[in-house]
C-alpha cells in the first residue's frame, strides 16, 4: 500500500513539473506546424520546431514560479499570446502575402482609419485558420481539469527547468550551423542576415518574431550597425576595363559666339571623377562612411551607351502603379496600356522586386535603393529619411530642381498616409494629395479624376517632372460595393472572355468560375488607371508636349490582394504548384519607359525596380555616379540582375529561389556550378547592404556637397 502511494505521488510529481513547459513546447510545434502548410504549403520544419522548444520550456519555467491559481490563470495568458502573434501573421500573411514587423504595430490608427473594411475581410477569410490557433485553449482546460494539475513551485524544480531550457537552447544553437552558414541559411538568418520574410519560414514564426521584438527594442536609438560586405568577383562581370581614372572628364573643342569654352564629355562612365571614394575614405574619421567609401571605390560604374541623353532636356511623368501586373494588359480593355508596353522600350524580363508593402516600391522606384525592411512601414525608409532630415540627394527630383524645375508628387489618396507629406518633399517634391482635390471621393479613389483634376498645374510649364502614386488598383477587386471603381467598369467587363485573354480558368467549377469574377474585377480596377493614361497623353498632344515627353510606369509590388490559385490561373497556370519557379513568377511584370517619337526597343536583360532611377538619369544625360545606388543602368553593358525583396534573384542563366534555396536552370546548355549560385547570393547581399548603409548613416550627406551641385546642375 505503500508502495503505491508512493508511486501515485512521484507520478503526482512528475506530472506537475512536466505538464507546464511539455503543454508550451507542444503548443509551439503545434501552432509553427498549421502555419507552415497554411502559408508555406510545406512541412519543412526541423528549424521552426527546434528553435520553438526552448521557448516553450522557458515559458513553463516562467509560469511555475507561481502557486496554482496564478498558474492557471498565466498558462492561458501564454496560450492567448502565442494566438495573438500566429493569427496575427496569419491574417497579415493572407492579405499581403508576407509577415507583419513589430514595428508596424504603430500603424494600426492609420490602418483603422483608410482600411478596416480591408482588415476586416482579411479577418473574415482567415477564420478557420484561428480556429485552428485557437484549439489549445480547449485543450488546455481539458487537460488541466483531466489530469488535476496542481502546480506548486519550488526551487529545485524551477532549477530543473531552467537547466533544461539551456541544455535544448545550447542543442537548438549547435545544431543551426549543420544547414549551413552561407546566405539566406537559417544559420545567417539568426545571426546575420536579418530578413522577415526568409525567417518566418526558416526559422519559424515563434523565433522570428521574438528576434524582430528584440531588434526592434536594442535598435531604438536606430543606431546603425556598421556595414559589412562580401568580396565578390561575378562569372558574368565581362567588363574588366580599368577603373576610370581622373584624367579630366571633359575636352575643350573650342570657344562659342561669347567667348565661352565648348567642351563635351569624354568619361565613358556614369560616374563623377571628382567623387574619389577611396581618397574620401581616407579623410572620414566616421567608420561607417569608411566602409562604404572603401566598398564604393571597389565598385565599377557602368559605361555610358547608345542610349545616354536620349531624352535630354524632355518632361518625365513617373507612375507608381498600385498593384499593377502585366495579366491586366489587353488590346480590348486597356489599349493605352497595351500601346506603352508594347512599344517605347520593352523590358521582356522586367520583375517588380516586392510582394506587397506600397513603400517599399515607391522608396525603390524614387531612390534606386533597397528599403530597410526592420523598417517598414510606420518607421519605414521614407519616414526615417524625413523624420532624421537625411540628404536624399540622389533621386531624379534632385537634378531637376538643380535645373530650376520644381517636381510635383500626386497621390489620390489621403496625403499623411505613411507620411507622404513628410518623405516626399524630403525628396524634393512638392505633394499634392486627396484633401487638394475635392472630386476625389469612394474607395479606392480614381487615378482618372486626379489626373483631370491636376494637369493643369503642369502641362503648360516649359519643363515639368511629374510624379503620380495611383491607387484605382488597390484591392479588394469584387464586385457589390467593395470597390468603387471595380463596379464603375463593372459593365465594361462583365462579358469578359478570360480564356482569349490567356487565363485558365474552368467556369464550370463553382470555385474557379468566383476566381474569375475576381479576375475581372482586377480587370476593371485598372481600366481607370488605362482611362488616366489615355486622357494624359490625349492632354499632351493637344498641348504640344507629347513628343516631349517620356512616361515610366511600374508596380509598387504585384497583386497581392489576388489569392496564389487566382493569380497563377491569370497568369495561365492551371494551379500555383504549376509554377515553374515556386511562385516567383508572381514577380514577373512589365517596366514602361516610353516616348511618342522614340523607335520600339526590346530589352531582355533581367532587371527589377531599383534599376529604374539610374536608367532615366542616364536616358536624360544627367551627370551621376551609378555606384550609388543597388541597381544599375538598365541599358548599359553591365550584367542583368533582377533582385526580390527576399533576395531570391534572376540571371539571363539561373532563377534562385531564397526561400527553398532552389536554383532553375535558364539557359539548358548552362552547367550550374555553386560558386556562379554563391557569386550572386553575395553581390545581392551586398546590394541591399549598400542601401541600407546609405539609408541608415545618412550616407549621401558625407558626400562633397559642392561636386554633386556643380554635377547636377550641368545641363
Known sequence: MKTTNKKNMKRKKLKNLLFTPLFFVATNIYLEIVFHIYAYRNVRLIYPILLSIPVGVLMGAIVDLFREKTARVLRYVCIAAAF?????????????????????????????ENFLGDALIGIWETVPMLLLFALPFPVLWFFQKRLQIKNKPYLKKTVAVLISYAAVLIVSLIALPIGGTKAHSAFDLYYNNWDISLAGPKLGITTTTLLDIKRVILNKDDKPDTPTFHDVTLPDDSDDTDLPVDTGDVTEIGTDSEGEPIVIDTNPYNSILELDFDALAKKTDNEDYKTIFKYLASQKPTKK???????????????????????????????????????????????????????????????????????????????????NGNTMNQTIASWFKAQGIQPIAYHPNTGTYYSRNLTHPNLGYVLHAQEDYPALTGWPESDLTLVQSSIGEYINSDRFLTYIMSVSGHHNYKFGGYNDICDKNKAIVEDADLAALGMNFDLTNSDQAEEAEHAKAYIAANIELDRA?????????????????????????????????????????????SMKYDRLERYKNTLIIWNSAMKHVEVTKPCCTVDILPTLLNLFGFKFDSRLYSGKDILSDSYGLAMLKDQSFITDKIVYNSRYDLTYKLDKSFTVEDSYTEAYMQEVSNRFAIAKAILNCDFYKALPQDVIATAQSVQ
Request: glycine share 8%; hydrophobic share 35%; charged share 20%.
Open 84 to 112: 495573438l502573434a500566429f493569427s496575427v501573421q496569419a491574417v497579415y500573411y493572407h492579405v499581403f502575402k508576407d509577415l507583419m514587423t513589430f514595428a508596424m504595430i504603430g500603424m494600426a490608427g492609420e490602418v483603422a
Open 305 to 387: 551607351n547608345d542610349y545616354t541623353g536620349m531624352f535630354k532636356g524632355y518632361n518625365l511623368i513617373m507612375i507608381c502603379a498600385e498593384s499593377f501586373s502585366p495579366v491586366c494588359i489587353s488590346e480590348k480593355y486597356t489599349p493605352t496600356l497595351y500601346m506603352l508596353s508594347h512599344s517605347g522600350f520593352e523590358f521582356k524580363n522586367y520583375w517588380t522586386s516586392f510582394p506587397s508593402v506600397t513603400t517599399n516600391g515607391e522608396y525603390s522606384f524614387l531612390t534606386g535603393l533597397f528599403p530597410d525592411f526592420e523598417k517598414e512601414k510606420k518607421d519605414g525608409s521614407f519616414l526615417y529619411t524625413a523624420k
Open 533 to 577: 493614361l489615355e486622357y494624359l497623353i490625349e492632354q499632351l498632344r493637344a498641348n504640344g508636349t507629347l513628343d516631349k515627353t517620356v512616361i515610366c510606369l511600374t508596380a509598387d509590388h504585384y497583386p497581392y490582394g489576388l489569392e496564389d490559385s487566382e493569380y497563377a490561373r491569370m497568369l495561365g497556370y492551371s494551379k500555383p504548384s
